[in-house]
């Protein structure tokens, strides 16, 4: 079975209730339909029914059938679709392709053609092909849908100045002079009203435009246009809609094989693939919504045969091509709607609409219906993603594919756009820069890009300018090399290290390695990141590493020393300081409190913990070779990142730092902040200290350095939001709930962590019900104290006169997290009907 098509147990759709032996079978299923599933289903259908008479006045169709598509879109689709919350319809996506369609062979046989594409989709979602469609380019896909929106834009605007328009882009500029030469005043003083009311709504400000904003401002824009233009008596061309009687249904295709192939295929892709990218989308939409009600993943392969099914449906009965469409889809979602039983009333509402408020649809200028679609339109041409192409430096396929759709048309356009996005990835996979330049005696020998049999010249030429017995670093900056290039790589390092030169092979990744490292590499193995060490020594780097001075070496155990006391929850042998309490699940190890057996990998050494080396004498980060790793590191940053960052460093030197916000975490090795938030320098002001604590202001044994940051934070750099921090395997909970004999010698560990001891009072419920994880219980009382202690620290920050201050002005927010590093996922602090919740934080693609 694919990967995408659910089990039936697991549709909400198809729900088995089970009654007990030997007794009647339940009665009928009554329909249930939830509140907010109707909300929405209005709500859509007050978009949709505008949308759709003017998508039908834009392709040239009978009115009727933008009517038809939208109701047998919301009906068929949406209920055999795989995507629950997609709504299907009429899309201005097709609008293009369907005004040329009629053109040329009528509306009889476009609506045969229709058919024609449904049948082919219905064959796709049966080979389970739907996921391919993914693999075009979203260069292609949003160049396709720029073209499509100026085409649009452009035919409208002649509707809108009151003309009509021609049939193709270059035919339309040329006429526009003319046209601007001949201006109706009645249709444009609408179509203006039509624009003004759409792009103002939206905006209303305050709490009566809050409540205002819940009517779609599509039907706000036409009513309102409607209901001027009739109070003025102005006389324009207004919607017709014939008698169902003469409704044109499917004929016979009529024109050459070839020809109606071509319709049929064009059709068929531009239905398929913005169904499916809007099936993703939506997908996406959902995860990022707030609170339950999520209806799992669509089914792609499904909602091919929905779709495929409703254009059947559709051509069958006179209707226009249905695909997703993203308006109606997005304000399904944000409107609250839970099950396919939104998109399904929509299309019930429409066809209600259809039958019996034909009097009232009849009163809308057409200048109305071709000023809102020449906004869709031109909002097609999104610059959203013109930034995002750019910054994929996919600028030239999107500028390609819309300037021939536009041109020529979508299938060609498509087809041109594909050989482009082909050729621009033939030239990437083949254009790879080969530099060498001599620093204090080294030599480095940088590799941008693939090594392919291509550069071998151009390779053999730069490391053939390192002289013999020389030092010799050859960075690899790319993911493929073929085996000319290895082969060649590999002879010159032979020689070179043959005639006492020494070679060091490096990269980006750790695993942008050739094969074969001890062959290529007379280094140590230590200073080989993705090396063996052939003592036998555990390797604890992973591939995914992006640091590079994360070491492999055999743990060396810390000498007893037998003069220092381990603290409550600690263990003989370490010094914890900053973040000393590096235990997964709060385990205590052998050797450590880290529960690793010693300092040398993955919750080794926290900033500012001390060990010595039995004998030597030596600062821990000196290795047995007296090479340094922290000289490494450093190295390897002024080598690889710092000419990334020296650009956006010179200017934070010059401007000065204005972090957005101050977090406030704890000290452990394992909490990296800037990995958590994905942030950069500038970003975070950051402090840090054992147990993420913040004691509150004049506490007995206060710490006023924590105090200080928050206020500098505040007061002077004006942080808009502080973050309290805590996270899993946290050794000072552990230390907290362990430390249970009051007559200690009081430690400066054991002074610190008394700021502690009312997160132990709000753990027992003192101060108000304990915070909880979404999903699951805490794995066991040091979790408990540690989604306890990020509530109570968050409680001591609105104690200090400077946030106080702050949050009443409303210029400031607190956040509490919680970081699970075994799972490696960010739980955010939320409140639910007065009791605190820890939700997990998604995956999504927060810029749609």
């Known amino acids: 079975m694919s990967a995408c098509v659910p089990a039936r147990a697991a549709d909400a759709d198809h729900t088995e209730r089970a009654h007990p032996p030997h007794s009647p079978p339940p009665g009928p299923r009554r329909l249930r339909i939830a509140s907010a599933d109707m909300s929405a289903a209005v709500a859509v259908f007050l978009i949709a029914l505008p949308l759709s008479l003017g998508i039908a006045l834009a392709t040239g169709a009978p009115l009727q059938a933008g009517l038809v598509a939208a109701a047998v879109g919301g009906i068929v689709a949406g209920r055999i679709g795989g995507s629950p919350l997609q709504v299907s319809g009429p899309a201005a996506g097709l609008t293009v392709v369907t005004a040329d369609l009629i053109q040329q062979y009528g509306w009889r046989t476009t609506c045969a053609i229709t058919v024609l594409a449904g049948l082919v989709q219905i064959g796709l979602g049966c080979l389970r092909v739907a996921r391919g469609a993914l693999a075009v380019s979203p260069a292609i896909v949003h160049g396709m849908l720029a073209g499509i929106g100026v085409t649009i834009a452009v035919a409208q605007l002649h509707i809108v100045l009151g003309g009509t328009p021609q049939s193709s882009v270059p035919d339309n500029l040329r006429a526009l002079p003319a046209q601007l030469a001949d201006l109706h005043p009645a249709s444009l003083s609408v179509s203006l009203l039509t624009l003004t009311l759409l792009l103002l709504w939206p905006r209303l400000p305050g709490r009566p435009g809050r409540l205002l904003r819940v009517i779609p401002a599509a039907l706000v824009a036409v009513a309102g246009a409607t209901a001027i233009a009739a109070a003025a008596g102005l006389v324009l061309p207004k919607v017709d809609l014939p008698s169902w009687r003469n409704h044109a249904l499917a004929g016979l295709p009529e024109g050459p094989a070839l020809g109606l192939a071509a319709a049929v295929l064009t059709t068929t892709l531009v239905c398929s693939v913005q169904s499916l990218l809007g099936a993703v989308a939506v997908d996406k ?82 200048a109305s219906l071709a000023a809102l679609v020449m906004a869709v339109g031109v909002q097609m041409v999104s610059l959203h993603h013109i930034r995002t192409v750019t910054r994929h430096r996919e600028v030239l396929v999107y500028v390609v594919t819309t300037l021939c759709v536009v041109s020529l048309g979508v299938l060609e356009g498509v087809a041109l756009g594909i050989a482009v996005a082909v050729g621009v990835a033939l030239h ?421």
């Not at 707030?290 to 254009?311: F, I, K, V, W």
């Not at 609409?353 to 057409?366: D, F, R, S, T």
């Open 285 to 366: 939409l959902v995860s990022a919504r707030p609170g339950p009600g999520h209806t799992g993943r669509s089914d792609l392969d499904r909602e091919l045969l929905g779709q495929g099914t409703a254009n059947i449906a559709s051509g069958s009965l006179g209707g226009l091509p249905v695909a997703g469409v993203a308006v109606r889809s997005s304000a399904n979602v944000h409107a609250g709607a839970v099950s396919r039983n939104s998109t399904m009333l929509h299309g019930v509402l429409v066809v209600a609409a259809a039958l019996l408020m034909v009097p009232l649809l009849e009163c809308i200028p057409l």
């Open 428 to 848: 990437r996979l083949t254009r790879t820069r080969i530099t060498h330049q001599e620093e204090e005696g080294v030599h480095h020998v940088h590799v941008r890009g693939q090594l392919t049999f291509l550069a071998v010249p151009r390779l053999s030429r730069a490391l053939h300018l390192v002289p013999r017995s020389a030092r010799a670093v050859v960075a690899l900056d790319g993911s493929f090399m073929d085996h000319a290039a290895f082969e060649a790589l590999q002879d010159w390092q032979s020689t070179h290290t043959t005639g006492g030169g020494t070679v060091e092979i490096t990269g980006r990744r750790a695993d942008l390695r050739i094969a074969e490292p001890a062959a290529l590499s007379s280094a140590h193995p230590a200073d080989v990141p993705g090396a063996t060490d052939p003592s036998g020594a555990d390797c604890r780097c992973r591939p995914w590493t992006a640091w590079r001075n994360h070491q492999c070496e055999r743990p060396r155990p810390l000498p007893d020393t037998g003069h220092r006391s381990a603290p409550a929850g600690g263990t003989a042998g370490t010094d914890r300081t900053a973040g000393g309490a590096n235990r997964p699940d709060g385990a205590n190890g052998p050797n450590g409190a880290d529960g690793t057996g010693g300092p040398g990998g993955p919750g080794g050494p926290a900033d500012g913990e001390r060990r010595t080396d039995e004998g030597a004498g030596a600062p821990g980060w000196l290795d047995s070779t007296g090479g340094s790793r922290l000289v490494r590191g450093i190295s390897t940053f002024q080598r690889n990142t710092a000419p990334l960052v020296r650009g956006e460093l010179a200017r934070l030197a010059r401007e000065g730092q204005r972090p957005a916000q101050l977090f406030l975490t704890c000290a452990d090795s394992r909490v990296v902040t800037s990995m958590i938030t994905s942030s950069g320098p500038g970003d975070l002001f950051v402090v840090r200290n054992v147990g993420n604590l913040v004691p509150p202001p004049g506490a007995e044994s206060g710490d006023d350095s924590v105090a200080a940051a928050i206020e500098y934070a505040v007061d002077v750099l004006a942080v808009r939001s502080i973050t309290v921090c805590g996270h899993s395997g946290c050794g000072a909970m552990q230390a907290l709930l362990d430390d249970t004999e009051p007559g200690c010698a009081l430690t400066p560990l054991r002074r610190w962590l008394r700021h502690g001891q009312p997160s132990l009072q709000r753990m027992a419920g003192v101060g108000g019900p304990p915070a909880r994880l979404t999903g699951r219980a805490p794995a066991d009382a040091a979790e408990t104290l540690s989604l306890a202690n990020v509530v109570q620290q968050l409680e001591h920050l609105r104690a200090h006169e400077s946030v106080a201050r702050a949050l009443q002005d409303g210029a400031l927010e607190l956040h509490g997290l919680y970081f699970h590093v075994g799972e490696a996922q960010a739980y955010l602090l939320t409140e639910r009907d007065e009791e605190r919740v820890f939700d997990r934080v998604r995956a999504v693609d927060l810029a749609r």
